[in-house]
């Protein structure tokens, strides 16, 4: 019943941008808390930008200026704005309901000259 579906990641050149979106259905978007997380190949999963009910918003500090969260409760979305991409920043990008233990399937970000 829950589902979450990412979408948006790809191919980008250092320097560039992608929005990435996390489609949501089978509980009330409207009220949880949601999570943007990404795994590297060979590394752990790491949390990247959270944003709350309320619109209240946080990322760890290797983003912070450079990707931006936000939602849309009217289309269950979260999205995820990354600007000043660096490689770095390559991974496999996951939405998760944090109160839920639910992630998405996730969408690759490559970021290469």
């Known amino acids: 019943q829950v589902q979450l579906v990412e979408s948006g990641g790809g191919l980008v050149q250092p320097g560039g941008s992608l929005r990435l979106s996390c489609e949501a259905s089978?509980?009330?978007?409207?009220?949880?808390?949601m999570g943007w997380y990404r795994q590297a190949p060979d590394q752990q999963r790491a949390w990247v930008a959270t944003?709350?009910?309320?619109?209240?918003?946080y990322y760890t500090p290797s983003v912070k200026g450079r990707f931006a969260v936000s939602r849309d409760n009217a289309k269950n979305t979260v999205y995820l704005q990354m600007d000043a991409l660096r490689p770095e920043d390559t991974a496999v990008y996951y939405c998760l309901v944090p109160r839920l233990s639910t992630w998405g399937q996730g969408t690759q970000v490559t970021v290469f000259s």
């Open positions: 944003i709350t009910d309320a619109d209240l918003t």
């Open positions: 089978g509980f009330d978007f409207r009220l949880e808390t």
